[in-house]
């Protein structure tokens, strides 16, 4: 009887590792949430211990006798905190950050982490299913980092901090008078909508043989790029994470971090044609200017983008052979 036996190769993602130098640290991520760090962070850390949890991200077998382990808390605006253990006690602090609890996502694939082991930080490079590329700082790499594999897809969670987050500019337009711009737009907006807003297969055949009814159709078309989703993520090696975006809100509500006012946003920073929208929740601190923001305005912002790869949600990943 013969056995047939089937081996997976299995790879890790690519790794590129940053120095010490490298890496930028989480000072500026601080200063959104404190004018007084030296106070206040020592204060948030040690009060978190008391009723921190150990996030299991990917990984059901977390334990404190791991050579380090991460402490989180169950909050919507909450730290993540590595520390180094011996024998199952702590031995040192490693690492701490604040988060955001994010929940929407994408089904994406890894393809680079982006690591100081040292402290634990790491910048994810993903893949969505339509293509694009997004950076996100890992909250759970002191969990997950053994269990990433390549070439799988996975459900990510993403939120943020904002640095900055303000109304967009709404007189900021241009105006597209090119005749060969103008007609391919009116006639995409026309097949587009007689096609029930669905791309048809033969979009470029039917843009090659329409026509202008009327006069106003071939008019210059002008564009508000105030009212635009866009993702840009940073240029720097390890940090990639540190992202512009502008986007419309869709939701707003509050919470506290350790006291401290926050306003929750719900933004769409990527929304195309026939693809799942990139939703973010971004965490602000609470003043007059984000308090004026409200749903349904269009926003820039300067933010921190953040991952969270969890188990429980990988349901939400189509199986692919």
């Known amino acids: 009887m013969a056995i047939n036996y089937q081996y997976k190769n299995i790879q890790a ?12 640290g989480h000072a500026d991520h ?6 007084d760090m030296s106070h206040d962070v020592p204060q948030w850390l040690q ?46 602090f490693i690492n701490a950050y604040p988060c955001v609890n994010g929940p929407y996502g994408l089904n994406c694939r890894i393809e680079r982490v ?29 969990a997950n980092q053994h269990l990433y594999q390549q070439n ?14 303000t109304n967009s500019e709404q007189n900021e337009v ?5 005749v060969e711009a103008i007609r391919y737009h009116r006639a995409f907006n026309d097949i587009v909508a007689a096609n029930d807003g669905k791309v048809p297969n033969d979009l470029q055949e039917q843009i090659k043989d329409w026509q202008p009814t009327t006069k106003e159709q ?22 990639e994470d540190e992202a512009w975006c502008q986007g419309q809100v869709l939701g707003k509500q509050e919470t506290l971090f350790n006291g ?31 308090k004026a923001i409200q749903v349904n305005d269009y926003v820039q912002a300067n933010i921190w983008l953040q991952a969270a790869i969890y188990k429980e949600n990988q349901t939400a990943v189509p199986s692919e052979d």
């Open 30 to 35: 601080w200063r959104i949430l404190t004018d």
């Open 218 to 239: 071939m008019e210059p078309v002008e564009i508000n790029l105030g009212d635009m989703c866009a993702y840009l993520f940073g240029d720097t090696l390890g940090q």
């Open 174 to 178: 241009i105006m597209v008078e090119d």
């Open 260 to 290: 401290k006012p926050i306003i929750l946003f719900d933004v769409v920073i990527l929304r195309e044609q026939d693809t799942t929208p990139f939703v973010v929740r971004m965490g602000a601190m609470s003043t007059a200017g984000t």
């Open 47 to 92: 009060q978190m211990i008391e009723k921190a949890a150990m996030p299991k991200g990917l990984n059901g077998n977390v334990s404190s006798k791991d050579n380090r382990i991460l402490l989180s808390e169950d909050q919507p605006c909450h730290i993540n905190q590595v520390l180094a253990m011996k024998d199952g006690k702590p031995e040192c």
């Open 152 to 165: 799988t897809p996975y459900f990510v969670n993403f939120s943020a901090w904002a640095h900055e987050i």
């Open 13 to 24: 993602p690519t790794k590129v590792t940053l120095t010490d130098e490298q890496t930028a």
């Open 114 to 142: 982006i690591v100081n082991e040292n402290t634990h930080d790491a910048v994810l490079r993903l893949r969505t299913t339509d293509g694009s590329i997004i950076y996100a700082f890992d909250q759970l790499y002191t």
